[in-house]
T-cell receptor
């Protein structure tokens, strides 16, 4: 079957660094997406990885290892506004997104 | 950047009535749009894939006669919840796939909160 696993909840301190891990199993693979979702809002696109390696975009970076079925989202210099749910989604061979349940990130002062 | 407009953002209707939700890509052409629903404290669940000019592809367990999808143009897809019932109350979100640029991206609408009385 197809599934995505990511931690349910994480807590970090303002100004620190946090890494949110995601493992996936899909029928075929067309990329790994990370989305940020604040309560009551639609998810917003953060990153897309289809090749192995690290993609850096400002304070956020995303890493992919296709051989391990593994990705992580790295958030640096955490700010209070980064408190949100972070969704990992893998696109299968039919271009369908397989979504994780999301990781609720709590930032403490 | 690319923007997807979804309307209405919030709707209340009586049981048995139908509700139409629109999803528009504002500055790019989207041959494929996706419709999702989200129950509280759960992740988004894909309902169907909407392809311009052809029938939508529904996920297992989604009633195609209840959730009518029309994708008549490259910038507009509509989801009609027919004969709505209280159990259809949910948050519905659309997304559109942008094939332009260096990599494929999905952009999401702002969502529609449907409450069926």
């Amino acid at each position: 079957g197809q599934n995505i696993d990511q931690p349910t909840e994480m807590t970090a301190t303002e100004g620190a660094i946090v890494q949110i891990n995601c493992t996936y199993q899909t029928s075929g693979f067309n990329g790994l997406f990370w989305y940020q979702q604040h309560a009551g809002e639609a998810p917003t696109f953060l990153s897309y990885n289809v090749l192995d390696g690290l993609e850096e975009k400002g304070r956020f970076s995303s890493f992919l290892s296709r051989s391990k079925g593994y990705s992580y989202l790295l958030l640096k210099e955490l700010q209070m506004k980064d408190s949100a749910s972070y969704l990992c989604a893998a696109m299968d061979s039919n271009y369908q997104l397989i979504w994780g349940a999301g990781t609720k990130l709590i930032i403490k002062p | 950047g690319a923007v997807v407009s979804q309307h209405p953002s919030w709707v209340i209707c009586k049981s048995g009535t139908s509700v139409k939700i629109e999803c528009r890509s504002l500055d790019f052409q989207a041959t494929t749009m996706f419709w999702y629903r989200q129950f509280p404290k759960q992740s988004l669940m894909l309902m169907a894939t909407s392809n311009e000019g052809s029938k939508a592809t529904y996920e297992q367990g989604v009633e195609k006669d209840k959730f009518l999808i029309n994708h008549a143009s490259l910038t507009l897809s509509t989801l009609t919840v027919t004969s709505a019932h209280p159990e259809d109350s949910s948050f519905y979100i659309c997304s559109a796939r942008d094939l332009g640029g260096d990599s494929e991206k999905l952009f999401f609408g702002s969502g529609t909160q449907l409450s069926v009385l």
